[in-house]
């Protein structure tokens, strides 16, 4: 796999030169950074009573490991695992039906702590119910909830320290140069919004739009916020799912600019989508948008079967989708499912296998140090 050395700008103090005492000679070690595998959050089918799982696999040795949260610390993450995160040298899963945040090593996924977000402590039983997704930011993790907030977590002693209310039903969130950015979905009951929170002030804006029907994931890209939107469900007996995409908030404000989306990932300037709405008839469709030149195009990804998730590893440009198997034609929510990983040209490169309900990609990459 590709590695890349870190602008010194950005490591500041963690660059170091070694001088030879022999000679004029210097070796330099630099700061690489390196994603060394991929984790799968997958999580379970409650109405079956599977529980969430975690999924690795391994870029160095090609093997993957099912449950390794099980099987590292002797215990199931429970119900509904959501979402996960590397932050230096922890990794946080996000478990909705267990209202819980596990902090572990990164290196060897041990429990370090478990952050009950319904604790008195945290943000109660009422503003923690059911974690969604997670962020980080300035040594701080940032927690959205179904409870309606936003819990700010110190990541040296796991303690609140801080909480923003938000909207109805919060999910994806992202922190962009001070201010917190959260997508309210409301459930898909409209009354949707997106928050525009300033973390030094508290002082909060909340966007409603025409727009803003069920936002799910939010991020960053290029100088502008974008969200993927769920759109609304049609009438039975199909329940089409319509109005699905990805919009962009900017100052002429909220703009469609990926119809038909309902999964995206971002890296720099591009956003790459697929787009498998409920209840519609056909084929995944998927596609690249380039902010800098305005520009959408079809991508042709083969061997899925139904997507659920996609990432973009930072380092190597790999695209990751994670699909559902089929099972007498449709999509299985209650058997493991697989991911495929393509090239930067989109050719397909590899595929293992993942747990139940595959929900979120995350990348395990951090840094290395290698001597010139």
């Known amino acids: ?29 630099y700061p690489v950074a390196m994603t060394s595998g991929v984790y799968v959050v997958g999580s379970g089918n409650l109405s079956n009573g599977i529980d969430g799982n975690l999924t690795y696999y391994d870029y160095t040795t090609k093997g993957t490991t099912k449950n390794i949260f099980r099987t590292t610390n002797g215990m199931s993450l429970g119900k509904t695992a959501n979402d996960a995160l590397r932050y230096g040298d922890k990794f946080y899963i996000v478990v909705d039906g267990e209202n819980s945040v596990f902090v572990t090593d990164a290196k060897t996924l041990r429990v370090i702590h478990r952050i009950n977000m319904t604790d008195a402590t945290i943000l109660g039983e009422t503003q923690g119910i059911s974690p969604r997704r997670i962020t980080a930011a300035d040594d701080k993790i940032y927690v959205s909830t179904f409870g309606g907030y936003v819990a700010a977590i110190d990541t040296v002693n796991f303690a609140l320290a801080e909480k923003y209310e938000a909207g109805s039903y919060s999910e994806g969130l992202v ?27 508290k002082a909060t804006q909340k966007l409603t739009d025409e727009n803003i029907r069920n936002p799910q994931e939010i991020a960053v890209a290029g100088s502008d916020i974008y969200f993927l939107d769920w759109g609304q469900y049609g009438a039975a007996p199909t329940y089409a799912q319509e109005n699905a995409g990805v919009y962009r908030i900017s100052s002429d404000g909220v703009r469609l600019v990926i119809p038909n989306a309902t999964g995206m990932t971002c890296l720099n300037t591009k956003i790459y989508t697929f787009n498998d709405p409920y209840g519609a008839v056909g084929g995944c469709t998927y596609s690249v948008y380039d902010i800098l030149s305005n520009y959408l195009y079809n991508i042709n990804i083969e061997g899925i079967d139904s997507p659920a998730a996609i990432g973009i590893d930072p380092i190597t440009n790999y695209l990751f989708i994670a699909s559902r198997n089929l099972e007498g034609g449709y999509p299985s929510y209650s058997t493991d499912g697989y991911v495929n990983f393509y090239d930067a040209a989109f050719t397909k490169k590899g595929s293992f296998n993942c747990g139940v309900g595959p929900t979120r990609i995350v990348f395990n990459t951090g840094v290395n140090y290698v001597t010139y």
């Open 175 to 201: 922190v962009n140069n001070g201010v917190l950015y959260v997508a309210n979905s409301d459930y898909g009951n409209g009354n949707a919004s997106i928050s525009v929170i300033n973390l030094n002030t």
């Open 1 to 29: 796999m590709r590695k890349y050395l870190l602008s010194l700008a950005v490591l500041g103090s963690a660059l170091f030169t070694a001088c030879s005492s022999d000679n004029d000679n210097t070796t330099q070690t």
